[in-house]
């Protein structure tokens, strides 16, 4: 089961929660004191946030947060990033194998950095190709998993086999030569027919798992003719490597492959974010700046949103009819009511969900450029032309 999946029971669980996101990485240097300094944090932040409580919540809300730091004290670290969700009736715990930011909430469960952390770290997928077949490997939060392979088998049981026919004189040998081609011929159609049944399978596997991109590993002309035996509409999410890589660990092939995926996906940023800008205004296909891409989202014409890696900032939310806006003063331009003032990492998350947006958070170069323009954007729910398949080397 994947970690969406798994994870999509949580906006249910009984309030009130402690949701506490830790960085718990050994390697910063601030958690290799004694206490650790994510102890530190957590002990400093609880006190902070219990007294911003009412009475009444405060023994609810120190027996979790009791209970989150005795489990730190006994556990053995062994994530980078930890999350937890603590109540009366409730204990969820995830680890994950990339960095997360300190955050401490109480009454509902928050998951908002857990949308962000979802997006950024996407799965990711490669498919090996060789002489026995094909290797399926999924990268997601920082590990590696292997699905089932497809493998490649001759059948050869009605073949008439080129070394059965004896050599003796010339016309037997002109046979032979005639009955190796068939059989070369042969083997080149089963070949072919296995490439496109593994277009197939790749297809469904990454429609299947949402996987993006796809790399596709062996030989140029193998996995040319894999790309293009796919549907159309994937060929966007498909990049080539053309090098065999056969007999190799798992370990291996993470270190020499996360960086083409991550290379791949700079480009696939930096290409989405200049058609973006290039759109913007052109026949309602595209907004940048948050003002403009507050107003699309909140009427529901918002298909995906692209959004700068570490955007900040803060947004001021009506407390009567939700409307959300960067405008300032405290009353609401729609209904004239009170507002009050959210952080756009958190709201923003809350806007795509609700609208049933995709959000796309770009880094390097594409949150960059999407700077300049706002650092945050959308594609409007109009049809967009996909692009082809990126090659890296």
């Not at 219990?50 to 005795?70: C, G, M, V, Y």
């Not at 092939?253 to 083409?260: A, S, T």
């Not at 003032?341 to 806007?351: D, K, Q």
Request: net charge positive; aromatic share 6%.
């Amino acid at each position: 089961m994947s970690l969406t999946a798994s994870i999509s029971h949580l906006p249910h669980l009984p309030s009130p929660i402690l949701t506490a996101y830790i960085d718990i990485n050994p390697g910063n240097p601030r958690n290799q004191s004694t206490p650790r300094g994510y102890m530190k944090w957590l002990k400093s932040t609880g006190r902070a946030l219990s007294e911003e409580l009412p009475p009444s919540e405060r023994k609810a809300f120190e027996t979790q947060l009791d209970r989150i730091s005795r489990h730190l004290k006994t556990a053995d670290p062994g994530s980078r990033g930890l999350v937890l969700f603590a109540g009366p009736q409730t204990w969820e715990e995830i680890p994950l194998q990339v960095e997360v930011r300190d955050e401490l909430h109480w009454g509902k469960p928050s998951l908002q950095q857990m949308a962000w952390v979802l997006d950024e770290h996407r799965l990711r997928g490669a498919v090996l190709i060789d002489g026995s077949g094909a290797r399926f490997l999924r990268f997601f939060l920082g590990t590696i998993a292997e699905d089932p392979p497809l493998e490649f088998t001759l059948d050869i049981s009605s073949w008439r086999m080129p070394h059965m026919v004896k050599p003796s004189t010339s016309p037997v040998a002109k046979r032979a030569g005639i009955e190796r081609d068939r059989v070369a011929a042969r083997i080149e159609e089963q070949r072919k027919r296995f490439l496109k049944r593994l277009s197939d399978r790749i297809a469904d596997w990454a429609n299947e798992g949402q996987i993006r991109p796809v790399l596709l590993v062996g030989e140029a002309e193998e996995i040319e003719f894999v790309a293009q035996s796919m549907p159309e509409d994937l060929r966007d999410r498909i990049a080539t490597l053309p090098k065999v890589l056969t007999r190799i660990s798992s370990g291996e092939i993470n270190k020499r492959l996360q960086p083409l995926l991550t290379s791949w996906e700079r480009e696939y940023e930096a290409a989405l974010v200049k058609d973006l800008i290039s759109n913007e205004g052109s026949s309602h296909q595209a907004v940048t700046g948050l003002d403009e891409t507050l107003d699309q989202i909140q009427k529901g014409n918002v298909r995906e949103l692209v959004v700068a890696r570490g955007l900040t900032g803060s947004v001021n939310q009506c407390v009567n009819c939700g409307w959300i806006d960067a405008s300032g003063g405290p009353v609401c331009p729609v209904c004239g009511s009170g507002r009050q003032v959210r952080a756009l990492r958190t709201v923003i998350p809350e806007l795509a969900l609700s609208q049933s947006a995709a959000i796309e958070i770009v880094a390097g170069k594409a949150a960059s450029d999407l700077r300049t323009a706002g650092g945050i954007g959308a594609w409007l729910r109009t049809p967009m032309v996909a692009s082809k398949g990126r090659k890296v080397s």
